[in-house]
């Protein structure tokens, strides 16, 4: 029995490292060591069963609107600040893909300010079958009293909303803002000129 166990544990050593040299040669055919070392840092699919990955839950503000444009881009002339990108998924916690939810976005104007007298920096879109979504817009500048933050409310049919905030990393305000919460911070990528957010939002669906 020790023998065939020996045996057994070496062909399982022998066919992995066939298949790690196989796998190495093909990586070189197919564009060298750079795709070999992208294929192993590849991250492992996120455990969706968690309910600690669902998406918290905050306050909606002072200054939501109702009936914001239908757009995917925020950018109108005028409108001054950083450019951004935010993006991301809408999923179960079985990371099924939520296709067709409805999200709103609001935030301030780049030096703190809301428009609440029109919809500029207003607008809503719907997540695509994949359940991803895109938007264009500024970095929100800092409303007194609180940290940089966009609103966000997602709505799927026939389910309660989710009303949320997104935040930003390493902002010194983030520590005295009073419902800052690290779960709801974006990954923030990019150059200066041209930043990117990825934000994935992860509803309880039953």
Same mark, same amino acid.
């Not at 914001?68 to 179960?92: A, M």
């Not at 809301?114 to 994949?130: I, K, S, V």
């Not at 609103?151 to 009073?178: C, I, S």
């Given at each position: 029995? =020790?023998?065939?166990?020996?045996?057994?544990?070496?062909?399982?050593?022998? &066919?992995?490292?066939?298949?790690?040299?196989?796998?190495?040669?093909?990586?070189?055919?197919?564009?060298?060591?750079?795709? &070999?070392?992208?294929?192993?840092?590849?991250?492992?699919?996120?455990?969706?069963?968690?309910?600690?990955?669902?998406?918290?839950?905050?306050?909606?503000?002072?200054?939501?609107?109702?009936?914001?444009?239908?757009? =995917?881009?925020?950018?109108e002339?005028?409108?001054?600040?950083?450019?951004?990108?935010?993006?991301?998924?809408?999923?179960?916690? =079985?990371?099924?893909?939520?296709q067709? $939810?409805?999200?709103?976005?609001?935030?301030?104007?780049?030096?703190?300010?809301?428009?609440?007298?029109?919809?500029? &920096?207003?607008?809503?879109?719907?997540?695509d079958?994949?359940?991803?979504?895109?938007?264009?817009?500024?970095?929100?500048?800092?409303? %007194?009293?609180?940290?940089?933050?966009?609103?966000?409310?997602?709505?799927?049919?026939?389910?309660? $909303?989710?009303?949320?905030?997104?935040?930003f990393?390493?902002? %010194?305000?983030?520590?005295?803002?009073?419902?800052?919460?690290?779960?709801l911070?974006?990954?923030?990528?990019?150059?200066?000129?041209?930043?990117? $957010?990825?934000?994935?939002?992860?509803?309880?669906?039953?």
């Amino acid at each position: 029995m =020790k023998l065939a166990n020996d045996f057994s544990l070496t062909r399982r050593g022998f &066919l992995a490292a066939s298949l790690i040299v196989s796998d190495i040669l093909f990586n070189r055919r197919a564009g060298g060591l750079d795709a &070999l070392a992208a294929t192993v840092g590849t991250e492992p699919t996120p455990a969706c069963a968690d309910t600690d990955d669902i998406t918290p839950p905050q306050t909606a503000g002072p200054f939501f609107k109702p009936r914001s444009p239908d757009r =995917k881009s925020l950018l109108e002339p005028g409108i001054q600040g950083t450019r951004i990108v935010l993006e991301g998924n809408i999923r179960s916690t =079985k990371c099924r893909p939520v296709q067709g $939810a409805l999200l709103d976005f609001w935030q301030a104007d780049g030096s703190g300010v809301y428009d609440n007298a029109g919809y500029r &920096l207003r607008g809503h879109q719907f997540a695509d079958a994949a359940g991803r979504y895109r938007l264009e817009t500024i970095v929100p500048g800092v409303y %007194p009293g609180r940290t940089r933050h966009f609103h966000v409310r997602v709505q799927v049919p026939n389910r309660p $909303a989710l009303t949320t905030q997104l935040y930003f990393p390493g902002e %010194p305000e983030n520590k005295k803002d009073f419902i800052f919460n690290a779960k709801l911070v974006v990954a923030v990528g990019g150059a200066a000129g041209a930043r990117t $957010a990825n934000f994935d939002f992860v509803l309880d669906l039953g």
